[in-house]
């Protein structure tokens, strides 16, 4: 582990001076090898791809290039360099976006240098790791076909736990108010979501099978 | 018996006719009858006993006609009354030269007031009774009965009658000195007879008309009127007026002065005068006019000639009315030949015979021919006396006509002046009446005319500035809308860089401490910063565009209400500009928002799509529905006001569609690229 730490080498970039400078000392106080600070994204981008470090610690959001776009220029000129987001948002647009691009960390700000750590570890024994404020509780010990369920909206979840209650379509859109269609239409995004087979009563059965998970999402 | 009375007057009629003569014996015959019969026989005899003792003082004529009118009364023969009493006038006026009692007999006649229905009859009684006037020196008072005659001309239809009325008016005023009357009368009566085609009265008028401006010294005026009197005499052979026109022509002449116009008239005259009918009545006197006018000229070849011709037949050319023109004529012709014994004593004779007769004009012409005479003896002191008579005389006519000139030449210029006054006046009128009709149409139709233009530049320039207010007004609430927003994403990215910086790390340095309630704290603060800078501004649609910020949204809605969100989106992120992306985003935010606040809905559908030029966002709930008037009718519902800026913002269509207990659509249309 302190080899590891000590063996890694880091390049941060904040423009904000104050969280920069926290972020520094926190990380050189506890053995981490910062060869590089940048206050915009341009000055990271060069920086990562002069020095070449193992890790880049990005905040999303700076001025003349973001951290998307750092990442993406970055991988073009196939740098090994591996992408810690760090971000204000919590917005899911935003974890969507870093998984699109295959940036596997994703920490808010405001979380704890221990989860900084442990974020570190994880990405240097390549591994995602997201913030714990992403990661939900109820499915954290599941399958990973239960885990698909974080991907559901909120009316995809009111329309899954009645399906587990074995109430039909007609049944669901009557009680709402809109159509079959709407249901249907809601019942095959969650198909989707899950990952399940296009058949039947597919989702009906997995609902009922699921049913104890589902109702406490 | 009535047959026997037209026997006997026809009778005496012939007797008449045959012997000229009525005799007394005939006329007591004729009263002998009377007596022995009655009434209307009686009447007719009595009527003819006026007939042939008329004008013969010596029967008594004025009592046997006042008989005959009394008696014509009592029968009622009122016509038979008129015309005798007409004629007993006449006859006292013209005849008697009584004109006193004829009027006097007029008046009393006149005042019976009898109902006489031939208007002839009347007319002709009342010529006569304004004739009884004139002749008593009465004038004015004639003109009045001359008109009542006039009118009764009319009724009658008798235009001789009415021409005489009218002919005896301008005598009247002639006598009066009124000239101009005068004239006008007679012009009218001129013109009277020009109509009816009567030469001969047209030529008397012409005459008379010549009279009056040779009275009053208008020679010029005369001439004219006498030559066309002379045309017109000639060529309807009517030689009375001819030799009338001539021989006053002459006197004329002779007034003037002008001898050789006055010999050539005279001559002429006498040619015509020569074995006409009224050869009696014009030779002896046109031969003495010669005599005297060939004296004066002092062509006493020709005065010898003439004389030698009156001699040749003294009676007829010497005598009676004539005698006094014939020792005019001998007195100027001795003084040309120089025998001035001889011409001082007719001169003499010719004075006083003149004198008594108290004719002035001719009293006058005997001072001058004595003057002359004696001035020619060299007996000064008679001649000067003579002289001075003569130029008294002649003074006070010449002044009495310079007075009645005067007068006439004013008469007649302020008549012509009234006229030509009055007919400009009329045209002025007529002019001016045109004038402001035509100001007053002007003044119509300009009026209307302005007031229907300042009505369009009035309408036009409140319709433009209510526009131009209201263009303001928009483009203010826009520009406010869209300041509005920059300010929100200004103090979003502050929030962020400053607050949200240092809260995450007080956040992380707590979680560090283990107190859970301080970790929570923080966490929480940062959590509501989060959300309110969120709400000032999608860093979402800043970042990954119009679509995510949607889904985002969307989502968070769906995870803080038990509403079923339904997203149908196709990607339309590059068909819309970032600052139109906004508003578009703020349009279904607002929209949501309602829909969790009012609608009591149970879910909610929004479809995203492009159809051609267009991205058609609708947004549906089937909540409770409101009335779509009422909501964008309240001033106060400011979000709906701001709902309709943003859309006009992008240039698109919002609709609201809302059915109660139904649930509403919000429709959106906006151009792509906008």
Known sequence: ?217 | MKRLSFILLFLICSYISAQNEITPELVNDLKQQIKQSESLEKLELLDSLCWITRDKPEFKYDSIVKATVNFAIELDSFNIANRQAARLIWSLTNRMGKPEEGKAYYEEFEALQLPVTDDALLARFYLNGGDSYYFSGDVEKSINVYDIASKHAIQSKDSILYGISKKYIADAYARLGNLVEASRMLQEVEELYINTKDTIRLVNTKSSRADLYSMNGFFVEAKIERDEAIALSKSAKYYSGLLSALYNAAIDNSKEGNHKERIKNLKQALQYARGSELEDQYVPQLLNKLLTSYSQVDSLDKATEILKDIQSDPDRYTKGLFEDMHVQGLAYYYLAKKDYPKALRHAKQYYESQAASNSFENTMGAHELLFNIYEAQNDNDKALYHYKEFTKANDSILSLKKTQALSYYQTLYETEKRDAKIASQESEITILDAKNKVKQQWMLFGGIGLLTIFLIIYLTRTRAFARNKQKLLERFSQNLINEQEKERKRISMELHDSVGQKLMLLTKKTKEKNDDAMESLAEGTLEELRSISRGLHPAVLNRFGFGKAVNALVDELDNNSDILFTLDMQNVDDLISKEASIHLYRIIQESLNNILKHSKAKAVSIDIERKGEQIMTKIEDNGQGFNVSDAFGKVTSLGMKTLKERAKIIRSQLYIDSIVDRGTIVNITTPINV
Request: charged fraction near 25%; include cysteine.
């Open chain 1, 1 to 217: 582990m302190s080899d590891m730490k000590k063996e890694a080498s880091i390049v941060i970039a904040d423009d904000h001076p104050m969280l920069l400078k926290g972020l520094y000392d926190e990380l050189t106080s506890n053995g981490y090898n910062i060869i590089g600070q940048a206050d915009n994204g341009m000055r990271a981008l060069e920086l990562i791809l002069t020095l070449k470090p193992k890790l880049a610690l990005l905040d999303i959001e700076m001025p003349l290039l973001n951290a998307f776009e750092v990442f993406k220029m970055a991988r073009e000129k196939r740098t090994e360099t591996k992408f810690i987001l760090l971000s204000y948002h919590k917005e899911k647009e935003y974890i969507l976006q870093a998984r699109a691009l295959n940036i596997g960390a994703y920490l808010l700000k405001e979380d704890s240098f221990f989860t900084i750590e442990k974020c570190i570890e994880s990405v240097l024994n390549n591994e995602e790791f997201f913030s714990p404020y992403f990661q939900d509780s109820a499915l954290s010990n599941t399958k990973d076909e239960l885990k698909q369920l974080s991907h559901l909206t909120a009316s995809e979840v009111s329309i899954l736990k009645r399906i587990a209650l074995n109430q039909s379509s007609k049944a669901i859109a009557d009680d709402i108010g809109v159509s079959i269609r709407t249901i249907d239409k809601h019942r095959a995004n969650i198909i989707n979501k899950l990952g399940l087979s296009k058949s039947t009563n597919t989702l009906t059965s997995w609902a009922l099978l699921n049913k104890d998970i589902i109702g406490e999402l």
